[in-house]
């Protein structure tokens, strides 16, 4: 995956919170989106997370060597020196 992505576009996702937001502040019992508002947001939404998928496979193949040579070294009194 190419480092550099082109931005994301989230206007669609903060939107819906906004929607989200002022129907709580008036206590509405439902938000309803039109087809275009719910097709956007599912898109964004799918782009999102294919791309944060693909920089975590790429985070994890980058960082998959250095585990295995980090030591850790751990130190047990059993709590006597209290």
Known sequence: MS???EPLNTSSIQN???QVKSAEASNAKEVKLTMIQAKNLAYT???TMARLHG???Q???DN???ASEEVI???MDLG???
């Open 16 to 18: 819906f919170i906004q």
């Open 3 to 5: 480092t550099t992505s």
């Open 59 to 61: 985070y994890v193949k």
């Open 80 to 82: 006597g020196k209290w």
């Open 55 to 57: 920089e975590l496979e």
């Open 64 to 66: 998959a060597g250095s």
């Open 73 to 75: 070294k751990v130190n």
């Open 45 to 47: 939404l799918g782009i």
